[in-house]
């Protein structure tokens, strides 16, 4: 299964790793070198969450949390389970 979302499609992206060594020289050393350039990845915080779909069934997604905050999916409403009456009810019986 591929690391990416299932909404928007963002998936890992690729970038480097630079490591710096020395001291900046507005801090009053002579600045500062690069010692080393690597690739690493960008991966997207993907959750698994339940979402009901646009014909009203529930399904289980991987969704990056950009998608789950913007409102672009919308998360299964469980019911609870039990629910006691209120006295507004129980007088009209």
Known sequence: MAAECEVCGKGPQVGNS?????K???LGG?????TGI???KFRPNLQRVRVTTANGT???MRVCTQCLRSG???RAIR???FKLPTKAA???N
């Open 79 to 81: 019911s609870t389970p």
């Open 18 to 22: 630079v490591a710096i060594r020395g």
């Open 72 to 74: 672009a999916v919308t």
């Open 30 to 34: 002579v600045g500062t070198k690069i």
């Open 58 to 60: 529930n399904k289980r």
């Open 90 to 92: 129980a007088k009209a």
């Open 24 to 26: 900046q020289k507005h």
């Open 38 to 40: 690597t690739l690493r």
